[in-house]
């Protein structure tokens, strides 16, 4: 009887929503599962594309799995986990989104079974983590190392890792035309990790073969004056200043006043400024000089005094592009024009504009650091191109990783089923559940080949057969089998160069693997409602025209006019004690705030618009709130009788409601 009379704890607010138990990790399950059936159908060269409309009207045309996931507006909390993992994969490595994703899926869907028979989370963890480092050094095993190989045998390893990248892109149909720039682009930034270093213009028109690479730096010409056309546009090893300062006369920034007794004296600052910028001009033209890039304006008389001279000069260059110039040419931006000597000036082979479709593109060339390139893309819809570029991103991430990794792995899902054999082939050697946790997460590794076969048109049925098949056989020599996406059947992808860095593969084990035994790790999901002052200005627009609602509680409420003020008074609420009432007045809201014993109430006073009323006063004393709104002028026209009228009929009632935590009169 005792147990029976203990009062409730209540330690979560009113209000927050909160589930937990197997149904809460089944719901999270299922929302990560239907996130992967956006995504499985990009996978591979047969991958279908996914047409994205965002509410700015914005087309997105794209069938890369980290762009998809960061368009798409996905709310719920488990689900998000997936859209991290693609873009960790596609930052950390570029390619292989689509995989993570859609592995990690496919994890969580071989545990529901489990969960639901009331297997512990914890239990397919620890058996998942145990499979995933299996599974990584037997990647690590099958690796195939390209290190000591010639420059040409390295350069046609790289090309062929690009081209499977490639394969499953918008640009597929061209894919070693644009593995061979790739690679050329990638070496020739060297060492150097910035990315950036790599730029891709976009120019419409033309097709996809238009493209071409530039063993430099090229952008698109700038914002220029009239003097520019008489400016030549080709120089040959020519000396090449960047700056970073403003080559145009300037209005006063600051709030300046000159006083001049003798009006002979204006034409004296009047020179004196004329004076500054030739000087600058001159120290440009006297370092010998002959293009001057700008990231500030270069103004019309900056324009044509080069011009005079066969110089030719750009002005609001991007600041990314000017780095890039920097890194290619050996110069360095120079913010003063004052003591230029040649070890800050850059040079290059070739300087030349170009006319590539409607643009024109200032390309330096044949530049001595060599640690800079950039891709011209060509092609026709802007929504094409914009393709084509996230394609080339994938393609450049993947063979800078290749570099530096120098091992390769078999694709088109061989290394996965190779992994899958190798887990069944452990998983007997293991004692209790954990050999049916372990056979589960080897099922589950083929997703892999047989999603591409869907995406294909393929039977997948009979494709896994065959592949289960090969590797099974006891010589190890069906390895690198996978997915012959021209035939329909099987394949040895290694002797088809189907290539891929092992790093693509580890890290994608690693991350959906992880973002599983998360997602499994939750058993509880707990949502806070939100802040008091967001519910009560939720509450009060909600019960701005609203009659007495179910469940509303009336106080008594009166108003009058006296000769000097408008008066209001209202009767506390139940709960509301005088001693601890704080009040707060609102004069933009014409309201009294009234707090007090755990709960806040609105109360409204209305007054004439007419702005002919001074401060509000309130005070609360023997349970009752008492307004004074003191006049400042005379409201005629008996608008306050009117407004008595007005008010009554609306309500029919002398008396305010309180709903919820709010009372609005």
Request: hydrophobic fraction near 40%; include cysteine; charge should be neutral.
């Amino acid at each position: 009887m005792a147990a029976m009379m203990q009062p409730q704890i209540i330690l979560l607010k009113e209000g927050t929503d909160t589930s937990q138990g197997k149904a809460q990790l089944i719901s999270n399950i299922n929302a990560c599962y239907a996130v992967v059936d956006v995504v499985r159908t990009t996978l591979g060269p047969r991958g279908m594309d996914k047409l994205i409309h965002d509410d700015k009207g914005n087309t997105t045309i794209s069938n890369d799995g980290a762009t998809i996931m960061k368009i798409l507006d996905i709310v719920h909390p488990a689900a998000k986990i997936l859209v991290d993992i693609a873009k960790s994969q596609d930052s950390e490595v570029g390619d292989g989104t689509t995989t993570v994703v859609i592995l990690a899926g496919e994890f969580l869907k071989e545990a529901k079974p489990f969960i639901e028979d009331g297997v512990h989370p914890q239990n397919l963890i620890r058996s998942y983590r145990s499979a995933c480092q299996l599974a990584i050094e037997k990647i690590k095993q099958l690796a195939v190392s390209i290190e000591g190989k010639s420059l040409e045998e390295k350069k046609s390893l790289l090309a062929k890792c690009a081209a499977t990248t490639l394969s499953s892109k918008l640009i597929g149909g061209e894919k070693e035309f644009f593995a061979t720039m790739v690679v050329d682009a990638v070496l020739a930034i060297g060492d150097d990790d910035r990315l950036n270093l790599i730029g891709i213009k976009k120019v419409p028109g033309g097709t996809m073969r238009d493209s071409f690479l530039v063993n430099g730096v090229a952008f698109k010409k700038t914002f220029s004056y009239a003097g520019f056309e008489q400016q030549p546009k080709k120089f040959l090893k020519p000396k090449i200043l960047l700056l970073n300062i403003e080559l145009e006369l300037k209005s006063e920034k600051e709030n300046a006043e000159i006083r001049l007794a003798d009006p002979s004296q204006y034409q004296s600052i009047v020179d004196a400024e004329w004076n500054i910028i030739y000087d600058k001009l001159d120290k440009c033209a006297q370092s010998g000089a002959k293009i001057v890039l700008s990231r500030l304006a270069i103004g019309d008389l900056g324009t044509q005094y080069f011009a005079d001279r066969d110089i030719f000069c750009a002005g609001r260059v991007t600041e990314e592009d000017l780095r890039r110039v920097a890194a290619a040419t050996g110069g360095t931006v120079q913010t003063s024009v004052n003591n230029i000597i040649d070890e800050v000036m850059g040079t290059c082979e070739v300087f030349e504009e170009k006319q590539v479709g409607n643009e024109r593109f200032n390309i330096f060339s044949g530049c001595p650091s060599g640690q800079t390139a950039t891709i011209i893309l060509r092609g026709g819809a802007d929504q094409f191109i914009e393709e084509a570029e996230r394609s080339l991103h994938d393609a450049i991430m993947i063979v800078r990783r290749a570099l530096k990794n120098s091992t390769v792995i078999a694709g088109g899902g061989a290394i996965d089923m190779e992994i899958s054999r190798h887990l069944r082939q452990h998983a007997r050697t293991i004692a209790g559940k954990s050999q049916l946790f372990i056979n589960s997460y080897a099922k589950a590794l083929e997703v892999i080949p047989r999603q591409l076969c869907d995406n294909a048109g393929f039977d997948a049925t009979d494709v896994l057969n065959k592949l289960r098949q090969k590797h099974a056989l006891p010589s190890g020599e069906g390895a690198n089998y996978g997915v012959d996406i021209n035939t329909g059947g099987i394949a040895d992808s290694f002797a088809k160069f189907v290539w891929e860095p092992a790093v693509v593969k580890i890290n994608a084990m690693n991350a959906a693997t992880e973002a599983a035994c998360l997602v499994l790790s939750v058993d509880e999901t707990v949502k806070n409602p939100k802040s008091e002052s967001a519910q009560g200005e939720a509450a009060a627009g909600a019960m701005g025209g609203r009659g007495r609602g179910a469940g509303s509680v009336a106080t008594r409420f009166r108003s009058t006019e006296l000769p000097e003020a408008y008066l209001f008074v209202a009767d506390l609420p139940a709960g509301i004690g005088s001693d601890d009432v704080k009040q707060e007045i609102n004069e933009d809201e014409r309201a009294v705030e009234i707090g007090g014993g755990g709960r806040r109430f609105k109360c409204r006073f209305w007054v004439p618009e007419d702005g002919r009323v001074g401060a509000a006063r309130s005070s609360v004393e023997n349970g009752v709130v008492t307004v004074v709104v003191p006049k400042v002028g005379v409201s005629g026209g008996g608008w306050w009788e009117r407004e008595q009228r007005r008010r009554r009929r609306r309500r029919n009632v002398r008396s305010i409601e309180i709903s919820g935590s709010d009372c609005l009169i």
